[in-house]
């Protein structure tokens, strides 16, 4: 399977799932997440179809489910992806991170959408900033929550290795320092062992 293709299927699935009257949908708005939900004749419309494509195109690992990591390389020098949707001024730019997580919460439109909040875009699997070495950022909406930055550092690079012995809620996640692959052992709460072929624990 290409890179990404389970990324697009995934994506388009979770925005399909979402009530057409959300105000996510609509005509593009300066400072605004909104676009339209479906394809336009006009195939050079931004659209929410065509944007989640482009990103799912982007995807620089091999994930085979929505459990794993789904990689981008980070185009901000802060380490994090950023996504456009207005060609004027910097309030048409999300962190794709934040962006994504609106399609599995789209409750979490309105957190998305002022550029004041105080909520903070966790990243579960500690994959939410490129450095050093490292070049990509997990986008996975499914690795994301929201929640306060006190919590955010906490959880940050989470040193207790293992769901039986994590105490955040939710649980952080686990997965392959290289490949992103969700590690299944350490994800589970009533393991303390690998039991699998993956050498999780």
Not at 11 to 27: D, N, Q, R
Not at 146 to 156: E, I, L, P, V
Request: aromatic letters at 6%.
């Amino acid at each position: 399977m290409q890179p990404g293709v389970m990324v697009e299927a995934e994506l388009l699935a979770l925005l399909e799932s979402i009530e057409p009257t959300h105000s996510m949908f609509g005509e593009l708005c300066e400072g605004i997440l909104r676009m339209p939900r479906e394809d336009s004749v006009d195939g050079r419309k931004l659209t929410w179809p065509k944007k989640l494509r482009a990103l799912a195109k982007d995807v620089v690992n091999s994930p085979i489910s929505i459990n794993d990591c789904w990689f981008v390389l980070s185009n901000k020098d802060d380490g994090y992806h950023e996504t456009k949707i207005s060609t004027t001024g910097s309030t048409g730019k999300y962190r794709t991170h934040r962006m994504l997580r609106v399609l599995c919460q789209p409750a979490a439109w309105c957190i998305v959408n002022d550029r004041t909040t105080a909520d903070h875009a966790i990243h579960r699997c500690g994959r939410g900033k490129a450095a050093g070495k490292n070049a990509a950022t997990c986008i996975n909406p499914y690795h994301v929550c929201f929640a306060d930055c006190s919590t955010n550092q906490d959880t940050k690079g989470c040193k207790y290795g293992a769901a039986f012995l994590c105490p955040h809620t939710p649980c952080c996640i686990w997965v392959d320092a290289a490949s992103g692959r969700y590690q299944p052992c350490r994800n589970d709460p009533t393991k303390t062992r690998c039991v699998c072929s993956l050498g999780c624990l």
